[in-house]
């Protein structure tokens, strides 16, 4: 028969320390991403790191055996696609060579500087958020690699996210999935710009300011201006836009970073005053932009060997 | 003996953390892990005496805010109240054995439906997620399939096992 334990000492330490998490939730939230809870965090995170990287090898081959084994089912359709993959990138790089040298004759025609790269910093993903709800991914390169706050983060797909957290070693990024994340986008076919907004996991939300504006399925979102540098591709859409009672039109876009299986990653060195002081005077500071098509942009060929390397904005996935 | 199992208690929760965070970063079925803290605070908290399992509760819950991008103290509040929740229904547990899965899944489900609401509560829009209800279930089954690895796990290391004759005692 159940019977309900001694309550009385254990309730109140257990009502007592309700009131404190909840001081405690309260008294970071005033703090609004900096004080006592931020100190700490990066404290913890410092702390926690040489862990991780001994737990991350030790359990390796665990992991190893485990991936292995859902690999084992894909391998086959894998590799047929990777092969189609390749032979279209290699005729893409044909097209791309032929047309840099058309770009870099009418540049000199025309007396403009090419756009420059941004540099970047190359990092692996060394583990990920501690819970389910969690969409971050810890980085390890921090401050001392030259990792600030706020850069966008991308793989060879596209956007990841942006750096919300550095301590001298590790960088803590928040991905474009999560739904505190809005990313002011334009559909690189047409031109017309909209937010687009995670939802934790899955396709996430477009909003198209435009309500005329033709939608079409498998058209790719690129950063505008704003927080991130322009021209990084974001997103597919994964249906036509529907109009809405009210002044938006919306969708469903997927995200064309490999969000789920991330192992190496590169940090832009790019701020939102570096964007900003650059557009007002500086126009060679800005980035270059992913051409039509999702074809790579020149400036591949220029990546040095070191870890900071001068970068061309990701493409789109073929 | 009770500095020893508070040092193994809290190392095996920070250990958690770690293997939470980096291995079940890489064996992800269908896209999800266990919630491998929870499931040692719930492990612990069988067998520890009652301020102690809420301590635990706390602290473990720290520790994962303090790893987490959510406010400071929410993982805090739902690892407590978790705790808290097994203290109260663990002599029940021990009597009919075949609850324990249920238990631990239950438990998980309405810890991890409690942080989603007080994390939307809180501004961190965890209930707009769309895969909420995949991101609650799949840890609670894990965490219940893993069960029958940490539960054992953890009596051997309280070397709870034979002696204990009642719930508050250790």
């Known amino acids: 028969m159940w019977r309900p334990s001694n309550i009385d000492r254990p309730t109140g330490v257990f009502i007592g320390l309700l009131v404190l998490s909840l001081a405690l939730v309260t008294m970071d939230l005033r703090a609004s991403g900096s004080g006592l809870g931020s100190t700490m965090r990066d404290g913890a995170q410092s702390v926690f790191t040489p862990l991780e990287h001994v737990v991350a090898s030790a359990t390796r081959p665990v992991a190893d055996f485990f991936e292995s084994l859902s690999d084992l089912f894909s391998l086959s359709s894998d590799n047929q696609r990777l092969r189609q993959q390749v032979a279209e990138l290699e005729r893409q790089l044909q097209e791309t060579a032929s047309l840099q040298v058309r770009v870099s004759e009418l540049e000199a025609l025309l007396g403009v500087d090419p756009p420059e790269g941004l540099d970047s910093i190359s990092a692996q993903v060394l583990a990920v958020g501690v819970s389910e709800f969690d969409q971050v991914r810890v980085i390890d390169k921090g401050a001392l690699d030259g990792v600030g706050l706020d850069m966008p983060v991308i793989d060879e797909g596209g956007l990841i996210g942006r750096v919300v957290a550095v301590t001298d070693s590790v960088a803590r990024v928040r991905l474009i999935t999560d739904p505190t994340i809005h990313i002011a986008v334009r559909i690189e076919r047409t031109g017309e710009t909209g937010v687009l907004t995670g939802r934790g996991s899955g396709p996430m939300v477009l909003e198209l300011f435009n309500t005329d504006a033709a939608v079409v399925v498998g058209d790719l979102l690129v950063t505008a201006d704003g927080r991130f540098p322009a021209g990084i ?36 060195v790019f701020t939102r005053d570096e964007a900003t002081i650059g557009g007002l005077e500086d126009p060679s500071r800005l980035p270059a932009t992913v051409p039509p098509g999702g074809t790579p942009s020149e400036g591949d060929g220029d990546q040095a060997p070191s870890t900071t390397t001068t970068t061309t904005l990701a493409g789109s996935a073929p | 003996m009770k500095l020893r199992r508070f040092i193994s208690t809290a190392v095996i929760v920070v250990m958690a953390a770690a293997v939470q965070t980096t291995m079940f970063a890489r064996i992800r079925p269908f896209d999800a892990a266990p919630a491998l803290v929870l499931l040692v605070v719930i492990a612990f908290a069988r067998h520890l005496p009652a301020e102690a399992a809420l301590l635990l509760g706390f602290g473990a819950g720290l520790i994962q805010d303090l790893l987490s991008e959510s406010a400071l103290g929410l993982w805090a509040l739902v690892f407590t109240t978790a ?20 238990f631990v899944f239950g438990v998980t489900v309405g810890s991890l439906a409690l942080f989603s609401v007080l994390g939307t509560i809180f501004g961190e829009k965890t209930l707009a997620d769309v895969g909420l209800i995949k991101k609650i279930l799949l840890p609670s089954l894990y965490n219940m399939v893993l069960a029958a690895m940490i539960l054992p796990f953890a009596t051997w290391v309280l070397g709870a096992a034979r002696r204990r004759s009642s719930p508050f005692e250790l």
Request: net charge positive.
């Open chain 2, 83 to 102: 705790a808290y929740f097994v203290l109260r229904f663990r002599d029940r547990i021990e009597d009919d054995f075949s609850l324990i899965g249920p």
């Open chain 1, 233 to 268: 591709a974001v997103a597919r859409v994964r249906e036509a836009a529907r109009s809405e009672v009210g002044f938006s039109l919306r969708t469903t876009a997927d995200p064309v970073a490999g969000l789920t299986r991330i192992d190496y990653v590169k940090v832009l």
